[in-house]
């Protein structure tokens, strides 16, 4: 993609400090791409201040019943889908609440579909398919910011009123983004020119990261800084959430499984109850009445967990 001033998107240049990488030995090799891997982290950090933005506008639709998708192309899609696939199992969301959308379907999760991100139209369908409405948040993921699929998507998403968040890796003086909140992660060309999987995917990753988790704790679904949402679907996740309750309640094992166990699972309800010694509709209406948010619910008791013995 060349710019309006004659010149490559910075992710399409080429980075002199890798001009011989085939040439060079597998330690050199290892430690230029370990070197370079320090810029997608100065990128974020660059861009906190939209990061931040977009959680708060993100977690003002969701808490008014707006879902967040993702929607890319490439990699790009691919971090999307997994970050949103992530959500219900670590926070017991509706898997309807964050969702990812990547062009040419789930195929391309596993097969190269490149030539589906020049269709402007699909990803307006594949929107519509979804039940996207103006109540909803879409962040376009696209490297080099000129993806079709995804500037098809975000004009879709302006055009019906939803919110519209761009993260791309390219100077806005480049490429002008159609959107309400336009993130930048500005990591430089790739050692391997033009593959944004490499510095770019991962300075995406760290943000969708960030942006999810910040938004789940702002649901509360945390506390302190444990899951207390997670779900508790396998041996892992079950061993996991018993593991939050003794750490909370400084219960021992066999306890603490029971109290999991008479709360359906919930390590939230089975930590409001042991709290404030309340039964199961008891802790599921106080919550209800206090957003699902533990702490309110235990500041509205006057109770608290217990400190460290």
Same mark, same amino acid.
């Given at each position: ?16 400090l890798s001009r ?111 039940? +996207? ?26 055009? *019906? ?5 761009? *993260? ?49 704790i702002n649901l ?7 899951? *207390? ?23 021992? +094992? ?20 042991h709290a404030a ?10 919550? !209800? ?10 500041? !509205? ?9």
């Open positions: 993609m060349i710019t309006n001033k004659g010149q490559e998107v910075l992710t399409e240049q080429e980075n002199p011989n990488l085939d040439v060079m030995s597998t330690e050199e090799l290892v430690s230029l791409f370990v070197q370079e891997d320090k810029y997608p982290q100065q990128a974020v950090q660059r861009a906190m201040p939209r990061i931040s933005e977009a959680i708060e506008a993100i977690a003002g639709r969701v808490h008014k019943g707006g879902k967040l998708f993702y929607l890319g192309a490439g990699t790009s899609g691919r971090l999307g889908v997994l970050d949103a696939s992530e959500c219900p199992p670590t926070f017991s969301t509706p898997s309807e609440l964050v969702q990812g959308v990547i062009a040419g379907g789930d195929d391309a999760l596993r097969t190269s579909a490149e030539g589906s991100e020049d269709n402007t139209k699909a990803s307006v369908l594949d929107l519509q398919s979804r039940s +996207f409405s103006s109540l909803d948040v879409l962040i376009g993921i696209s490297a080099c910011g000129t993806t079709p699929y995804v500037l098809g998507g975000l004009n879709y998403g302006h055009q *019906i009123g939803a919110l519209t968040v761009s *993260i791309s890796c390219v100077p806005p003086d480049e490429i002008v983004i159609p959107c309400d909140i336009d993130i930048r992660l500005l990591t430089g060309p790739e050692l391997l020119t033009g593959s944004t999987r490499l510095k770019a995917g991962t300075a995406t990753k760290m943000t969708l990261n960030i942006i999810s988790t910040v938004l789940m509360g679904k945390v506390y302190g800084n444990r899951m *207390i949402d997670v779900s508790a679907t396998n041996r892992k996740l079950k061993d996991r959430a018993i593991r939050i309750i003794r750490d909370l309640t400084y219960l021992g +094992f066999d306890h603490a499984k029971k109290i999991l166990d008479q709360s359906k699972g919930s390590v939230k309800i089975a930590l409001l109850r010694g309340l039964n199961q509709s008891e802790a599921e209406i106080i919550l !209800k009445e206090n957003n699902n948010n533990l702490r309110s619910s235990l500041d !509205k008791l006057k109770v608290s967990l217990p400190k460290a013995p």
